[in-house]
């Protein structure tokens, strides 16, 4: 069965990750406040990237690994900038 990762971009600017198998019920249920507690506070909602993969189990470890990601490295995968990732997903350390 496929599998879709997606996010969302909410009403206040913040971002939902999610998987589904049924993309465009899921964005429905998003939209009629019936999805995540997260986005049923945040609405409307409108669907700014997505991803699809053969096995919905594939799509949940994406969403997974995507929902850990900081806001910036969420925006290089929805704007298209995915050479700006590496660099991205490295952390900065302060010195104190």
């Known amino acids: 069965m496929k599998g879709y990762t ?6 206040d600017g913040k971002y939902y990750t999610g998987s589904t198998n049924d993309l465009r019920r899921r964005l429905e249920q998003h939209q009629l406040g019936e999805g995540a507690n997260f986005t049923s506070k ?3 909602v409108e669907l700014v990237y997505y991803e699809e993969y053969e096995r919905v189990d594939e799509a949940f470890y994406r969403e997974k690994q995507i929902q850990g990601w900081s806001r910036s490295k969420k925006e290089a995968l929805i704007f298209g900038k995915e ?9 900065v350390w302060k010195k104190k």
């Open 6 to 11: 997606y996010i969302l971009l909410c009403a």
């Open 42 to 44: 945040r609405l409307p």
């Open 83 to 91: 050479s700006a990732l590496p660099t991205l997903a490295k952390k």
